[in-house]
C-alpha cells in the first residue's frame, strides 16, 4: 500500500508544482499570442473572456462536487483538464484552438478553485492558516523562478515548446495526487440519503444563507468582484505593452522572451523578500491586521499600475511593472486567509467557488470594455482604465477596517 504525505507537505508541493507548471506556460504564453499568432488587442482580452465566462460558469457546480465527493478528486480532475488545455494551445497555433484550450483549463481551474484551499483548511488544523497561505505562496514563488528559467531556456529554441511541456507536466502532477494526495477529515455538506442533484441543491442553498447571514464576507466578495473588474485589462496587455509600446534592449543574439524571463525572474525574487517579511510580522505578533495591510497594500498596487501604463521609458516601465506584480502577489493569500477564516467548513468549497465566480463575472464584464479601449485608442489608455476600476476596494477596505474596529 502506498503511503500518503502529510497534509501539509502535500500542500507545499502542490503550491510549489503548480507555481512552477503555471510559469513555465504563462512566461511565454502571451508573447506567444502575440508573435506567433498574431493577436490583436481586442483578440487577447476575448481570450481571456472566454476563459472568464468558463470559469464563471462552472465554479459553483464544480465547488458543490468538492463539498458533496470529494475535495481532492476535485483537485486531480482540475489539474487534467488544465494539462490538456495547454497541450492543446501548445501544439496547435490558432486563435480557435486556444479559445478552446482556455474553457478547458478554466474549466480545470473552477474544479481547483475552493477545493484545495478547503482541503487543506480541513486536513491539517495544527497550523494557522494564515502561515499555511503565506508558506504556500512562498514556495510557490521560488518554484515559479526555476519555472521561468526553463520556460525562457526552452522559449528560446521553440516558444510553443515550454506551453506543450507544462501541459504534459500538469496531467503527470495528477496522477502523483491520485497516489500520495491525503484525504482523512473530509465530511459531505449534505445528507447521504439525498440524489446528487438534490445535494447540490442542499448545499448551495446552505452556502448562500451562510454568505447572507454574514456582513464582512459580502464585503469580501465584493472586493473580489472588482477585482475581477480589473484584473484582465492588466493580465492580457502588460507584456503588448512592453512589445508595442517601448524599445526592449538587445541581449546579443538570445529571443526577446528572454526579457520576460528576466521579469518573471526579478518580480519573484522580490515578492518573495516582500512576503518573508510579511512572515516575519505574523511570528512576531502570531497574527496580521488584514485589513490595514490590505489597504496600504491596494493603494501602492494602483499607482504603481498607473505609472506603468503611462510611461514610455523602459527602465521605469520595469520598475513600475515590477512593483505592480509585487502588491498584488502580497495581496493574495493574505485576502484568501482573511476570507477563509470567516468560513464555517460545511460551505467552504462552495463559498470560495462563489468568490471565484465574482471574479470571473468581473472579468467577463470589464475585459471587453478594456479590449475596445486598447484596440480605439491605445494598449497604455486601456491599462490605465484598468488601474481605475480597481479604485473601489480603497472604499471597501475602509469600510471594512471600521467595521472590524467595531466589532472588537
Same mark, same amino acid.
Given at each position: 500500500?502506498?503511503?500518503?504525505?502529510?497534509?501539509?507537505?502535500? $500542500?507545499?508541493?502542490?503550491?510549489?508544482?503548480?507555481?512552477?507548471?503555471?510559469?513555465?506556460?504563462?512566461?511565454?504564453?502571451?508573447?506567444?499570442?502575440?508573435?506567433?499568432?498574431?493577436? /490583436?488587442?481586442?483578440?487577447?482580452?476575448?481570450?481571456?473572456?472566454?476563459?472568464?465566462?468558463?470559469?464563471?460558469?462552472?465554479?459553483? =457546480?464544480?465547488?458543490?462536487? #468538492?463539498?458533496?465527493?470529494?475535495?481532492?478528486?476535485?483537485?486531480?480532475i482540475? !489539474?487534467?483538464?488544465?494539462? *490538456?488545455?495547454?497541450?492543446?494551445?501548445?501544439?496547435? =497555433?490558432?486563435?480557435?484552438?486556444?479559445?478552446?484550450?482556455?474553457?478547458?483549463?478554466?474549466?480545470?481551474?473552477?474544479?481547483?478553485?475552493?477545493a484545495?484551499?478547503?482541503?487543506?483548511?480541513?486536513?491539517d488544523?495544527?497550523?494557522?492558516?494564515?502561515k499555511i497561505?503565506?508558506?504556500?505562496?512562498?514556495?510557490?514563488? @521560488?518554484?515559479?523562478?526555476?519555472?521561468?528559467?526553463?520556460?525562457? #531556456?526552452?522559449?528560446?529554441?521553440?516558444?510553443?515548446? &515550454?506551453? #506543450?511541456?507544462?501541459?504534459? *507536466?500538469?496531467?503527470?502532477?495528477?496522477?502523483?495526487?491520485?497516489?500520495?494526495m491525503?484525504? %482523512?477529515?473530509?465530511?459531505?455538506?449534505? &445528507?447521504?440519503?439525498?440524489?446528487?442533484?438534490?445535494?447540490?441543491?442542499?448545499?448551495?442553498?446552505?452556502?448562500?444563507?451562510?454568505?447572507?447571514?454574514?456582513?464582512?464576507? @459580502?464585503?469580501?466578495?465584493?472586493?473580489?468582484l472588482?477585482y475581477?473588474?480589473?484584473?484582465?485589462? $492588466?493580465?492580457?496587455?502588460?507584456?503588448?505593452?512592453?512589445?508595442?509600446?517601448?524599445?526592449?534592449?538587445?541581449l546579443?543574439?538570445?529571443?526577446?522572451?528572454?526579457?520576460?524571463?528576466?521579469?518573471?525572474?526579478?518580480g519573484?525574487?522580490?515578492?518573495? *523578500?516582500?512576503?518573508?517579511?510579511?512572515?516575519?510580522q505574523?511570528?512576531?505578533?502570531?497574527?496580521l491586521q488584514?485589513a490595514?495591510?490590505?489597504?496600504?497594500?491596494? +493603494?501602492?498596487y494602483?499607482?504603481?499600475? +498607473?505609472?506603468? #501604463?503611462?510611461?514610455? /521609458?523602459?527602465?521605469?516601465m520595469?520598475v513600475a511593472?515590477?512593483?505592480?506584480?509585487?502588491?498584488?502577489?502580497? /495581496?493574495?493569500?493574505?485576502?484568501?486567509?482573511?476570507?477563509?477564516?470567516? +468560513?464555517? %467548513?460545511?460551505?467552504?468549497?462552495?463559498?470560495l467557488?462563489?468568490?471565484?465566480? *465574482?471574479?470571473a463575472?468581473?472579468?467577463?464584464?470589464?475585459? &471587453?470594455?478594456?479590449?475596445?479601449?486598447?484596440?480605439?485608442?491605445?494598449?497604455?489608455?486601456?491599462?490605465?482604465?484598468?488601474?481605475?476600476?480597481?479604485?473601489?476596494? !480603497?472604499v471597501?477596505?475602509?469600510?471594512?477596517?471600521?467595521?472590524?474596529?467595531?466589532k472588537?
Open positions: 500500500m502506498i503511503k500518503k504525505l502529510s497534509a501539509y507537505r502535500t $500542500y507545499l508541493l502542490f503550491s510549489a508544482a503548480s507555481a512552477l507548471l503555471f510559469s513555465l506556460v504563462f512566461t511565454v504564453n502571451m508573447v506567444y499570442q502575440v508573435e506567433v499568432i498574431g493577436l /490583436n488587442p481586442l483578440q487577447l482580452i476575448l481570450v481571456g473572456t472566454t476563459l472568464e465566462v468558463a470559469c464563471f460558469l462552472f465554479e459553483i =457546480p464544480t465547488g458543490i462536487v #468538492a463539498d458533496i465527493y470529494s475535495r481532492k478528486l476535485s483537485v486531480i482540475g !489539474i487534467v483538464l488544465i494539462g *490538456l488545455g495547454f497541450t492543446l494551445e501548445g501544439t496547435v =497555433p490558432r486563435f480557435a484552438a486556444v479559445l478552446v484550450a482556455q474553457v478547458l483549463w478554466g474549466v480545470g481551474y473552477t474544479f481547483i478553485s475552493g484545495i484551499d478547503a482541503w487543506i483548511a480541513e486536513e488544523k495544527s497550523i494557522s492558516l494564515d497561505y503565506i508558506k504556500g505562496a512562498q514556495v510557490g514563488q @521560488i518554484a515559479s523562478i526555476v519555472g521561468i528559467i526553463l520556460s525562457t #531556456a526552452l522559449g528560446n529554441f521553440s516558444i510553443r515548446l &515550454p506551453i #506543450a511541456a507544462g501541459g504534459s *507536466l500538469f496531467i503527470m502532477l495528477a496522477l502523483f495526487l491520485f497516489l500520495y491525503p484525504e %482523512d477529515n473530509f465530511k459531505p455538506s449534505a &445528507p447521504e440519503d439525498l440524489s446528487t442533484f438534490r445535494k447540490m441543491g442542499h448545499t448551495l442553498k446552505s452556502s448562500m444563507g451562510f454568505i447572507k447571514s454574514k456582513k464582512i464576507i @459580502i464585503l469580501l466578495l465584493s472586493v473580489t472588482f475581477g473588474l480589473s484584473s484582465e485589462g $492588466y493580465d492580457r496587455l502588460s507584456t503588448a505593452h512592453f512589445l508595442k509600446d517601448t524599445m526592449l534592449p538587445k546579443g543574439k538570445l529571443q526577446p522572451v528572454t526579457w520576460f524571463g528576466i521579469f518573471g525572474i526579478a519573484m525574487l522580490l515578492s518573495a *523578500l516582500a512576503m518573508q517579511l510579511i512572515i516575519k505574523l511570528e512576531k505578533n502570531n497574527k488584514s490595514g495591510i490590505l489597504l496600504a497594500t491596494n +493603494i501602492f494602483i499607482l504603481c499600475m +498607473i505609472v506603468f #501604463a503611462l510611461t514610455r /521609458n523602459f527602465g521605469l520595469l511593472y515590477l512593483s505592480t506584480n509585487m502588491f498584488r502577489t502580497i /495581496n493574495e493569500p493574505i485576502f484568501n486567509a482573511w476570507l477563509n477564516n470567516h +468560513i464555517e %467548513d460545511s460551505a467552504r468549497a462552495t463559498v467557488s462563489t468568490n471565484g465566480q *465574482l471574479n463575472l468581473g472579468q467577463i464584464l470589464g475585459g &471587453p470594455i478594456i479590449g475596445i479601449i486598447a484596440t480605439k485608442y491605445s494598449i497604455s489608455m486601456g491599462i490605465a482604465c484598468t488601474a481605475l476600476l480597481v479604485t473601489p476596494v !480603497i471597501l477596505y475602509g469600510i471594512i477596517k471600521v467595521y472590524e474596529n467595531n472588537s
